[in-house]
């Protein structure tokens, strides 16, 4: 595992222990590939109306030919399409998911899912992708990602969705049944935005695995 700097304010991580964190990679490469996960960037990138953080987004291969990924994290670079303060944000945290999602793919996303049900992927420390991941985890603190997307989410959604969305969930215990999954699935509530949510809830669950895996 990478080491990183440790000069941030700490932000409490619901993943405390290796175990849980490999756990959690298991979980979201067992079923889905990167790219499913990387389509619900483009659908949360879309939400926006004026579609300015997706066609930012789009932009981004452009312009990592004139800037560093450290740039693009810190938000040092003019966006193509002029956008406001949220639409910067979201770019920059889809940039950083996108990459995220890119490099645990090929260190262990792929094996995972190739073979569920074998040992945890041995990772080469002298991986050149572990470099990069350092590198993210220093630019971009923990608890600034988290807070940023949640932010995003709750922008598009609203603040009364959210409320809604987060105490029916209250009401459901580790032991889930089928009935209460479709239930949730099928609340005229919560349907509209439902796929957003289970996309985010995976995403900040990845996140938290990635800074205590690949960090302190």
């Known amino acids: 595992m990478a080491t990183r700097k440790k000069n941030r304010p700490q932000f ?3 993943v405390s222990s290796t175990d849980q964190a490999q756990a959690t990679f298991r979980i979201l490469f067992t079923e889905f590939t990167a790219d499913v996960h990387i389509e619900g960037i483009l ?9 300015c953080a997706l ?9 990592m030919e004139d800037y560093s990924p450290e740039d693009i994290l810190k938000g040092k670079i003019p966006l193509l399409v002029v956008c406001d303060k949220e639409c910067r944000s979201m770019v920059k945290i889809g940039f950083l998911l996108f990459t995220l999602l890119d490099l645990i793919w090929s260190l262990v996303g792929e094996e995972l899912y190739q073979n569920p ?3 945890w992927p041995k990772i ?8 990069i991941i350092s590198l ?3 630019t971009v603190s923990h608890g600034e990602i988290q807070q940023e997307f949640l932010h995003t989410i709750t922008s598009i959604v609203g603040d009364s969705y ?10 459901v215990g580790p032991d889930i049944r089928p009935e209460e999954i ?6 005229p509530k919560l349907k509209e935005h439902m796929q957003l949510m289970i996309w985010a809830a995976m995403m900040r669950c990845f996140i938290d695995a990635v800074y205590f895996y690949f960090g302190d």
């Open 124 to 131: 080469d420390p002298e991986d050149s992708n572990l470099e």
């Open 12 to 14: 409490k991580n619901p």
């Open 136 to 138: 993210i985890l220093d």
């Open 162 to 171: 959210f409320r809604e969305f987060m105490d029916k969930l209250k009401n």
């Open 182 to 187: 479709y239930a949730l699935e099928n609340d």
């Open 55 to 63: 066609r930012n987004f789009f932009s981004m291969p452009e312009l």
């Open 43 to 51: 659908h949360w990138l879309g939400k926006r109306e004026d579609h």
């Open 117 to 119: 049900s074998a040992a």
